[in-house]
Structure formats: structure tokens, C-alpha cells
């Protein structure tokens, strides 16, 4: 999507043009979060461009809506408020590990087991 129809001011001879590609993939999500509030409150950067995949492409969607209601403030208060309900979402979900399972440790991790036919 190209923000060049969002940018209405003139640029600083300092600041850079970037153009963003975001990944997909559960936490990736999250931790692109945190990288892009802090693109966003630095005045040296200016978002030109943002792409992304499933969890990148929902980060790329609320950062356009942010900026479009309220410039980098609105950014970072719609992204700040999107993680907010995902993690509200998740901690109230009706699938989540029992106390013996945190315990034992099940469900951090998955092993698969390579078997051949002779065992």
C-alpha cells in the first residue's frame, strides 16, 4: 500500500524515505510492533510504502489506519490498541494449557520423532 497520499507535509533534507515489508508468522507480529513504534516516533524515518503477510499485513493494515486518523500519534495508539485486544483475545481464550500441563512443560514445544519400520 502506498502512503504517498497520506504524507501531506514537506520533508526534512534529513529525513529518509523507507519502504517496509512485513512478515507473517504468530509473534513475528508482536515483535513488529515494537520495531515500528519506534520508526514511528523517530522523526529521521518516513514511512513511504508497507506491504506484509498474515500477521505483517494486519500490522500493515492498522499502521495506514493509524496514520490516516491521526498521523504517528494515531499509529502507535491504534497498534498499541490492536496487540492490546489480540492479547486480551488470547488470555480469555477457551483453549489454553492446563496448570499440569504448564508444569510438565507440554505445549512449548513440539518433537518429532523420526521411526523407521524395522522398530
Request: proline share 3%; charged share 25%; with cysteine.
Amino acid at each position: 500500500m502506498a502512503l504517498r497520499t497520506l504524507r501531506t507535509r514537506s520533508l526534512p533534507s534529513d529525513c529518509k524515505l523507507i519502504d517496509l515489508g512485513l512478515q507473517g508468522g504468530g509473534a513475528h507480529g508482536a515483535f513488529t510492533w515494537g520495531v515500528l513504534d519506534r520508526l514511528l516516533v523517530d522523526d529521521r524515518v518516513e514511512i513511504d510504502g508497507i506491504s506484509g503477510t498474515s500477521a505483517g499485513a494486519m500490522n500493515a493494515v492498522v499502521l495506514a489506519d493509524g496514520l490516516a486518523r491521526g498521523g504517528r500519534k494515531g499509529a502507535r495508539e491504534r497498534l498499541a490498541l490492536f496487540w492490546r485486544r489480540v492479547s486480551d483475545a488470547a488470555r480469555f481464550s477457551p483453549i489454553q494449557r492446563t496448570a499440569l500441563d504448564q508444569l510438565r512443560g507440554a505445549g512449548r514445544s513440539i518433537s518429532l520423532r523420526a521411526s523407521s519400520p524395522s522398530t
